[in-house]
């Protein structure tokens, strides 16, 4: 644009000389010799035209540079535009990114407190289990010792049991099997212990595929039949009993110790037993 203007004002700058020039008077030449013509002169340039083309090129000039200088401010305020736009983009940027780091932070702190929780009720957990564990240990530890001295005398079985003299009803030998139930079927499958059909006068320690706590204690040939005696002291005391059974003190039974002491329970019982 600038080598634009700067073109127009050379032409318009050589049009005025050439227009001062041409103005004066034509050169006076040698005077013709007699008989020889005239010789023809060139016409003055029309000075208003030459004005008019530089006063024209002076126009255009102007014109293209205040053009120039318009395209050059509107320029300037697109920058500037630009510019701030780009420095709002920047600033806005910079607070999304503020935004999402402290939700960031926020969302590992919340993390971190829960699993610091989490593993805190666990370890709750796992020290009432432990202490649990460790009473339940020490209840079963003292459990036989309360047990054998807070027993009476006279649940202590005998080497062997008088035979129940009451004939016994069935029925209500049946309610009181309930006992037994938990640890017994009243056929031949096994449970925690040998199944019951059948157990009235069958040899101890003689169901196959059992495997009985008090077997090895009992001497070869010297194993008794589960008749009534043997049941009654059975069922009252089998701690007591199993010792006095196989006449070993070490000797121990699988069986919890069921306290069916009363000559007319254990009557009632061995009759059930007997239909099995």
């Keep these: 644009m600038k080598t634009s203007i700067k073109r127009t004002m050379m032409i318009g700058s050589?049009?005025?000389?050439?227009?001062a020039c041409s103005s004066g008077e034509p050169e006076k030449g040698a005077a013709p010799q007699a008989g020889q013509p005239a010789a023809a002169t060139t016409p003055a340039p029309d000075t208003a035209m030459v004005?008019?083309?530089v006063d024209k090129a002076v126009q255009q000039a102007g014109e293209a540079a205040q053009a120039a200088e318009k395209a050059a401010a509107n320029a300037a305020e697109d920058a500037v535009a630009a510019a701030k736009a780009a420095e709002e983009a920047a600033a806005k940027a910079a607070e999304d990114a503020a935004a999402a780091?402290?939700?960031?932070?926020?969302?590992a702190a919340r993390k971190a407190s829960e699993?610091?929780?989490?593993?805190?009720?666990?370890?709750?957990?796992s020290k009432q289990l432990a202490e649990g564990m460790a009473a339940a240990t020490q209840?079963?530890?003292?459990?036989?010792?309360?047990e054998k001295a807070a027993a009476p005398k006279a649940a202590?079985?005998?080497?062997?049991?008088?035979?129940?003299?009451?004939?016994?009803?069935?029925?209500?030998?049946?309610?009181?099997?309930?006992?037994?139930?938990?640890?017994?079927?009243?056929?031949?499958?096994?449970?925690?212990?040998?199944?019951?059909g059948g157990v009235f006068n069958r040899v101890a320690g003689s169901v196959e595929g059992f495997n009985y706590k008090f077997a090895g204690f009992i001497e070869p040939g010297k194993a008794w039949r589960w008749d009534a005696s043997h049941l009654a002291a059975w069922v009252c005391n089998?701690?007591?009993?199993?010792?006095?059974?196989?006449?070993?003190?070490?000797?121990?039974?699988?069986?919890?110790?069921?306290?069916?002491?009363?000559?007319?329970?254990?009557?009632?019982?061995?009759?059930?037993?007997?239909?099995?």
């Design 115 to 125: 699993a610091a929780a989490a593993m805190k009720q666990q370890a709750q957990a």
């Design 156 to 196: 202590s079985a005998p080497a062997v049991a008088s035979i129940p003299t009451a004939k016994g009803d069935a029925a209500k030998g049946k309610t009181l099997a309930r006992k037994c139930a938990a640890c017994h079927n009243f056929d031949a499958r096994g449970k925690v212990g040998p199944g019951l």
């Design 238 to 276: 089998s701690a007591d009993a199993v010792r006095n059974f196989t006449g070993n003190e070490s000797a121990r039974t699988k069986m919890t110790t069921q306290r069916i002491c009363d000559p007319a329970d254990q009557a009632d019982l061995i009759a059930f037993l007997k239909t099995l």
């Design 51 to 53: 004005k008019q083309a």
């Design 139 to 146: 209840a079963r530890e003292a459990a036989p010792v309360a």
């Design 14 to 19: 050589l049009l005025l000389t050439l227009g």
């Design 101 to 107: 780091a402290q939700a960031a932070r926020q969302k």
